[in-house]
């Protein structure tokens, strides 16, 4: 259906558009949040992301089968990680002033949405998958932004959601006009899942002291459960 990837392109943008008022101010009412989102980003990891990957792994054709083994989308995954942690620290260093930090982080997450909304959108799915993918990835947009807009509240509200949003639309029209082959595609999908991984157990899961654990398990499991019962019903 092709208006699907529009109604998801248009989520993903509202959401860095009002990220700053999606998630409530009130202490305990924000724990609970970022412990719900928290709990359906992990289970968003182990119950589709590596499985998913290991599917890539498996799709690899010739001639590129018969020079692979049984790991190379994970380390692509694994330097995913790498890449994500080493830009992290360099845009953090002292030295570099604060307006400097901001455009760097902001051009790198940029970036790296453009890259998952091409991984997401790249991919023909159904209207219940968009539904899926918006419950899923969507926290995770509003944690990243809202985290981008508590230490740049100024420069996010006047620069940086714009910016993010050019990077989701720029995913968008790249994944509809463009035919990438399906090697290439899990290549960008495996970079894009390393990061997210880093980016979900880094900056998305609560500390001990900081997470609602009920509404942590609460999530974990309804979402879980929800997401095996349509692999299983739908054949994902």
């Given at each position: ?10 989520v993903?943008?509202?959401?860095h558009f ?9 202490k ?6 970022f ?5 359906l980003?992990v289970?968003?990891i182990?119950?589709?992301l590596l499985p ?19 790991s190379?989308i994970y380390?692509?995954g ?8 080493g ?9 570099i ?11 790198f997450?940029?970036l ?8 997401v959108?790249s ?12 419950v899923?990835?969507?926290p ?13 509240p100024?420069?996010y509200?006047k620069?940086?959601r714009?910016?993010l ?16 082959t399906?090697l290439?595609?899990s290549i960008?999908?495996?970079l ?6 880093f980016?979900v157990f880094k900056h998305?899961?609560?500390d001990e002291k900081g997470t609602h ?5 609460t999530a ?7 997401t095996m019962s ?7």
């Open positions: 259906m092709l208006w699907i990837p529009f109604v998801i392109g248009i993903f943008i509202l959401i009002f990220a700053s008022v999606l998630v409530p101010a009130e305990l009412k924000q724990m609970k949040w412990s719900f989102s928290g709990g980003a289970s968003y182990f119950i589709y998913t990957l290991h599917k890539q792994q498996s799709s690899i054709e010739e001639p590129y089968r018969r020079l692979t083994m049984e190379e380390f692509v694994l330097l995913g990680v790498v890449l994500f942690v830009i992290q620290i360099i845009i953090q260093k002292k030295y002033s604060r307006i400097t930090t901001f455009w760097s982080v902001i051009s997450y940029a790296y949405n453009a890259l998952v909304s091409y991984s959108l991919f023909e799915v159904s209207a219940i998958q968009a539904v899926f993918y918006c899923a990835i969507g995770h947009f509003v944690a990243v932004a809202h985290d981008m807009w508590r230490k740049f100024v420069e509200n620069y940086g714009y910016i949003a050019v990077g989701i639309i720029v995913g968008w029209i790249v994944a509809l006009t463009t035919e990438l399906p290439f595609k960008i999908f495996s894009v899942s390393g990061a997210m991984i980016t998305e899961l609560p654990f009920p509404t942590f398990l974990v499991l309804a979402y879980s459960a929800i349509l692999k299983f019903f739908f054949e994902w």
